[in-house]
Each structure stands twice: as C-alpha cells, then as structure tokens.
C-alpha cells in the first residue's frame, strides 16, 4: 500500500490517531496534525511484522491520551519496522519515535 500526499488531522484512536497500518506500506509526504492515540502512536502505529517507509512527512502536535513514557506521539512500532527519512516536525519540536517492550519488537530506522 502507498498513502501520498494526505493530510491527517484530528483523528483518533486507541492505537495511532491517524493510521494504524498493519500491512508493509509507504507513507510519502503527509502531514499528521493534532492526532491523538489513546494509548500508542498518536499519529502513526505500525504492528503485525509490517515494514514501513515514512518520508518526507510532517508531524504536529500528535500525542497519547495517556502519556506512556514509552509511547510515541508521532511514530510507534510494536513487532514491526518503521524507516523514516526526510520527515520534519512542523513545530519545532522533535519528532518523537519509541518502541514495545518486546524482543520482536522489530526497531526504527532513521536516515
């Protein structure tokens, strides 16, 4: 699957406000904004072994309902593979990245 050139505002969810992807996908220039997750991945969650490109996307002001300290607002994998490049954070913060506490946890790549 390819998403390009969407803009992702106001969604919600328990696990990534704006996309839960599943599936191995590419994420070409969106715009995340005000996204929140009630749990993990306030703009994206990636799960299911899935491998993803997120490039030349802008993140702003995602975040987590409940505020996990181990829980991304912009981008969380869990058992799956998140390669980011080229992505900025439209309001001058850093973008936020993070992980599960699994040993399949699969990892983030960021160039």
Do not use: P, W
């Amino acid at each position: 699957m390819v998403i390009t050139d969407s803009k992702f505002t106001g969604g919600f969810a328990n696990h990534g406000g704006a996309l839960g992807l599943r599936v191995s996908s590419t994420v070409k220039g969106c715009t995340f904004e005000n996204n929140q997750g009630f749990y993990r991945g306030g703009g994206i969650n990636i799960g299911n072994g899935a491998v993803v490109k997120v490039e030349n996307c802008t993140f702003m002001n995602n975040k987590n309902e409940q505020g996990y300290d181990f829980s991304s607002s912009d981008v969380y994998t869990c058992n799956a593979t998140a390669i980011v490049s080229g992505c900025v954070d439209g309001s001058g913060n850093a973008i936020t990245y993070s992980t599960c506490h699994s040993e399949d946890s699969g990892g983030i790549t960021i160039k």
